[in-house]
């Protein structure tokens, strides 16, 4: 039997919501993988899809910066919430942010590149952490750019300008009004924040997430005693529902909650002047993925996978 431990069931807590003792169970039938875990427990009715897996587990901020046809959107992480009240942290991220326009996505060019006086992101990050007397770090940031269109940045709930705990960027390609192209983009934005899409469309979607999902939904099929031919047409009815849910064109904006945001680009046409096409979009919030350390818990968890 695969060595389980503590923080291994708290993680499949985590991102599950199942209980521990279910938890440890799952983890036991399938020898301790982590993916596996979750299909057990889903198919047992004991957890919901991988949608907690994004819980916020780290403080910072996350920051949007706009530059013509392209935005950035960045997360630097730091230990407290207090930190991010910090003018001199929000002055750093809000910079940062700026200088990722020139990054492509790639987070060491940004710690690289320089930010004020010949130092560079990093090491004006580092003399931060020692005056503030708090670990931060710079984590992960992406850039949309459109040829001709706009990339419309949009932070929710925002603590100072630019600046939060969700960041999304979206980007729309037009020949278009610019001014009508922004007002749509900022409502599609604030929709993309709030229905969290996983993919742009369905073609975008991985093949390996489409199998997982098949099987979980067959096996959880196959529990009812269908027979084969009528699972098979169950099972196409539940893959849409699964499109709509995690494909960002696929889903139902929630603005009016009953039309296709891809229908909703359809509509544009007529005030925007010209056909629009989503080409991509950004969100990032806060924390997302970081476990966050918390001993009463831990120690919780702890107890109950030894005893």
Sequence with gaps: MADITASMVKDLRDKTGAGMMDAKKALIEVAGDMEAAVDWLRKKGLATAAKKSGRTAAEGLVAVALGGKKASVLEVNAETDFVSRNDQFQGFVTKAAQLALEAKDDIAALANAVYDGGKTVQETLTNLIATIGE????????????????????????????????????????????????????????????????????????????????????????????PADIIEKMLEGRMRKFYEEICLLEQVFVMDGETKISKVLENAIGDVGAPVALTGYARFQLGEGIEKEVADFAAEVAAVVNG
């Design 135 to 226: 670990n931060m770090s710079l984590r992960r940031t992406q850039t949309l750019e459109v040829k001709d269109g706009v990339v419309v940045g949009y932070v929710h709930n925002a603590i100072s300008p630019g600046l939060g705990k969700i960041g999304v960027l979206v980007a729309l390609e037009s020949t278009g009004d610019k001014a009508k192209l922004e007002a749509l983009g900022k409502q599609i934005a604030m929709h993309v924040a709030a229905a969290n899409p996983q993919f742009l469309n369905v073609a975008a979607v991985t093949a390996d997430a489409v199998e997982r999902e098949k099987n979980v939904l067959r096996d959880q099929a196959k529990a009812s005693g269908k």
